[in-house]
């Protein structure tokens, strides 16, 4: 093995969430043809709703993924208060605190109504936020 193969699976781990388990849950639902299928619909209409939802949030960019998560950059000042407003809500996504990624979120693609919830929870925090910041003239 490379040198830098301990250094990428901690990487992967830390930043991107792969591990042996996560690989074995993968392998299996690939071996139901008809679940993958329905699956991989159901993520990537769930995965265009989080984009049509960032388009309208000021400063803010989803990036595209075929992944079953999606990445967002947000203002690095939004990255504490977003994170304690959802975490009242009950709601745990992935900031990045490193260098790699600042002032980014990793959001998994979960059910629709875990979608919605989460939807809405930043729907009220961005809301809030831009109330707060004066127009400019």
């Not at 093995?1 to 699976?9: E, R, T, V």
């Not at 830390?14 to 679940?35: F, T």
């Not at 939802?53 to 690095?76: G, H, M, Q």
């Not at 900031?95 to 109504?113: A, L």
Request: positive net charge; charged residues 25%.
């Amino acid at each position: 093995m490379g040198k830098n193969y301990q250094k990428l699976i901690t990487y992967s781990t830390r930043y991107l969430g792969y591990n042996i388990l996560s690989e074995q849950l993968a392998l299996a639902a690939l071996r139901d043809k008809a679940y993958y299928q329905s699956l991989a619909s159901t993520t990537a209409k769930e995965r265009q709703r989080y984009y049509e939802f960032f388009k309208t949030v000021e400063r803010c960019r989803a990036y595209w993924s075929d992944a079953n998560f999606v990445l967002v950059e947000i203002p690095n000042e939004d990255s504490e208060p977003l994170k304690r407003h959802l975490d009242k809500a009950g709601i745990c996504i992935k900031f990045f605190s490193g260098k790699e990624f600042p002032g980014f979120v990793r959001i998994t693609v979960g059910t629709p109504d875990q979608n919605s919830l989460l939807i809405h929870e930043m729907e009220k925090y961005f809301s809030h936020r831009n109330a707060l910041i004066p127009e400019k003239h």
